[in-house]
Nanobody, 127 residues
Framework: QVQVVESGGGLVQAGGSLRLSCTAS????????MGWFRQPPGEEREFVAA????????AYADSVKGRFTISRDNAKNTAYLQMDSLKTEDTALYYC????????????????????WGQGTQVTVSS
C-alpha cells in the first residue's frame, strides 16, 4: 500500500505564494503519476494539477494555469505544487493523489484515475 502525505499548507494573503509538498512511499515513485486536487468549503473536490512519469507531461485546471506549477523530485519521492499569485478563491483543502501505473503520454484529471490519497492540507488565502 502506497502512503501519501501532504504538507506545506497554511494561511497567506492574496497575491502571496505557498509551496505544497507530497511524499509517496511504499512503491516505485518514479513510475507514479502524481496529482493535486482541492475541495473548497461547501463544494465538490476538483482537479488542480498532475504530473506524469515524465516531468514534461503535466496538466492544469484552467483556474490555476499560469499561477501554479507542479514538479517532482524522484530522488526524494516527493511532488510539489508551487502556488503563486494566490487568490481568495484558492482557499481549499488540498489533496495529493497517486496513480500506480502512470502513463508516458497523459495524466488523469478525475478522481478515479488515482489509487491512493493523502489526508489533505489546508490552504487559506485572506483578502
Amino acid at each position: 500500500q502506497v502512503q501519501v502525505v501532504e504538507s506545506g499548507g497554511g494561511l497567506v494573503q492574496a497575491g502571496g505564494s505557498l509551496r505544497l509538498s507530497c511524499t509517496a512511499s511504499g512503491g516505485t515513485f518514479s513510475s507514479f503519476t502524481m496529482g493535486w486536487f482541492r475541495q473548497p468549503p461547501g463544494e465538490e473536490r476538483e482537479f488542480v494539477a498532475a504530473i506524469g512519469r515524465k516531468e514534461e507531461v503535466t496538466a492544469y485546471a484552467d483556474s490555476v494555469k499560469g499561477r501554479f506549477t507542479i514538479s517532482r523530485d524522484n530522488a526524494k519521492n516527493t511532488a510539489y505544487l508551487q502556488m503563486d499569485s494566490l487568490k481568495t478563491e484558492d482557499t481549499a483543502l488540498y489533496y495529493c493523489a497517486q496513480e500506480t501505473y502512470g502513463s508516458d503520454w497523459y495524466v488523469g484529471r478525475v478522481e478515479h484515475d488515482y489509487d491512493n490519497w493523502g489526508q489533505g492540507t489546508q490552504v487559506t488565502v485572506s483578502s
